[in-house]
Every structure is written in C-alpha cells, then in structure tokens.
C-alpha cells in the first residue's frame, strides 16, 4: 500500500475508500442459549389466564336517541347552579323572619308584664275620699246657688209663692206663708212643664226656673 513520501501532500493516485463488511448475526444460538436458563419468578405480579377468544363479539348496544325537549331542558339550566336551590334560599328567609318576629313578640309581652308587675297598686287600705255634701247655702247645689226646694221656709220662699199667683193656672188661690210644701213642689213642677224649663230638677226652684219665673213676672 503505497503512503505518501511528505505528509503535507497528497498522493497521486485516487483515495481510497473504506471497505464495510456485513456479518450476518447468528439469533439462532442466542435462543438456544436463552431456552436453557431457568425461568425467572414474577415479583408483586399475578398471573390471569386470558379466555381463548371465541371468534365472535358481542353485539354493540345502540343508545336511545336524544329527544329535542331534553335538548332544549339542558339548555335552560344554567351551568354551576342547582335546581330548586333559589327555592329552598327563598323558604330558608321567610322561616328566620318568621322565627325572629316570634321572638321579638315574646320578648315585648315579657317587657310588658314586667312593667305591669313593677307598677305600684293601691292600697285596699286607702280611706276613700268623702262626697261633698251639699250646704244650707247651696254652694255645692247642681240646680244653682239660692236653690228652694221643699222643707224650706222664708221670704224667698213667700216672693215664689206670690210670682206663681201671676202665672195662670199655675198656683191659683195659693197659699203665701212662706213654706215650701208639697202644693208648692206641684206648681213649680206644672210651671217647668208647661214652659219647658230643663235645668233645674222637677219641682225645685234653681236658676234656670228663677229667671224664667222673674222675666215672665217682672223683676
């Protein structure tokens, strides 16, 4: 094999070309050797006999179809909430006004009792405050100040006595001494009736029956 004389040049003939030589790789002795080794035991692995496959498969099962109302079902529900859930917020909020309402009803009529407990009462003890009796002068009388009625007696009684002799059919023929007997009581309720005089009581002689009896008799 010819090599160059200088190293720097190249030679003058053509390059030479590396050879490449295929060995055919013998597979053969590598099973043999491989069949003579003893069998390896699986760890953590546990062997399934698989059926021997029948030649035949089963048959496909065909899914009912969708029906469009379904379709349009889904639709209407909006995604990340559950039905009925607005329903069951909205009866949670009645039932806790309802319950606080309730409480708040007890809770005013307890108050209420306690102030009723706390407030004082009176005595069954308490001596009762006395009527004002009515006066000899008439201060306290309803029928007015001056008041004759019967069982009197005086020169008020006797000018009364005289004024209704004026009056006709009244007190005609009437007694003048001064006393205010029951003929007299009789007059003066004659006269209150037939003048319509409704101040004074029925045969007593107060302010209203008075003026009546002096305008009607001159003063």
Same mark, same amino acid.
């Given at each position: 094999?010819?090599t160059?004389?200088?190293?720097?040049?190249?030679p003058?003939g053509?390059?030479i070309e590396?050879?490449?030589?295929? /060995?055919?790789?013998r #597979?053969?002795?590598?099973?043999? &050797? +491989?069949?003579? &080794?003893?069998?390896?035991?699986?760890?953590?692995y546990?062997?399934?006999?698989l059926?021997?496959?029948?030649g035949?498969?089963?048959a496909?099962?065909?899914l009912?179809?969708? /029906?469009?109302?379904?379709?349009g079902?889904?639709r209407?529900v909006?995604?990340g909430?559950v039905p009925?859930?607005r329903?069951?917020a909205i009866? @949670?909020a009645? #039932?806790?006004?309802a319950?606080?309402?309730?409480?708040c009803a &007890?809770l005013?009529a307890?108050r209420?009792e306690?102030?009723a407990a706390a407030?004082?009462?009176?005595?069954a003890?308490?001596?009762a405050?006395?009527?004002?009796t009515?006066?000899?002068?008439g201060a306290? =009388?309803?029928?007015g100040?001056?008041?004759?009625r019967?069982?009197?007696?005086?020169p008020?009684?006797?000018d009364?006595?005289e004024?209704?002799?004026?009056?006709?059919n009244?007190y005609?023929d009437?007694?003048t =001494?001064?006393?205010?007997?029951?003929?007299?009581? @009789?007059a003066?309720?004659r006269f209150?009736l037939?003048?319509?005089? /409704?101040?004074?009581e029925?045969g007593?002689?107060?302010?209203d029956t008075r003026?009546? +009896?002096?305008?009607?008799?001159?003063?």
């Amino acid at each position: 094999m010819p090599t160059p004389s200088d190293r720097g040049v190249p030679p003058d003939g053509p390059p030479i070309e590396p050879i490449r030589v295929l /060995r055919p790789r013998r #597979t053969d002795a590598l099973a043999e &050797l +491989l069949k003579d &080794l003893p069998p390896r035991p699986a760890v953590g692995y546990e062997s399934i006999a698989l059926p021997s496959p029948s030649g035949t498969e089963p048959a496909t099962e065909e899914l009912p179809p969708v /029906r469009d109302h379904d379709r349009g079902r889904d639709r209407d529900v909006p995604r990340g909430r559950v039905p009925g859930l607005r329903r069951t917020a909205i009866a @949670a909020a009645v #039932t806790a006004a309802a319950v606080i309402g309730f409480g708040c009803a &007890l809770l005013l009529a307890d108050r209420q009792e306690s102030a009723a407990a706390a407030a004082p009462q009176p005595s069954a003890t308490a001596p009762a405050t006395p009527a004002p009796t009515p006066t000899a002068s008439g201060a306290t =009388d309803p029928d007015g100040p001056g008041t004759l009625r019967e069982g009197d007696s005086g020169p008020e009684v006797r000018d009364l006595q005289e004024r209704l002799r004026h009056i006709p059919n009244v007190y005609d023929d009437g007694s003048t =001494d001064g006393t205010y007997d029951a003929t007299l009581t @009789a007059a003066v309720a004659r006269f209150q009736l037939w003048y319509g005089i /409704r101040g004074d009581e029925d045969g007593v002689y107060g302010d209203d029956t008075r003026r009546d +009896l002096e305008s009607r008799t001159g003063g």
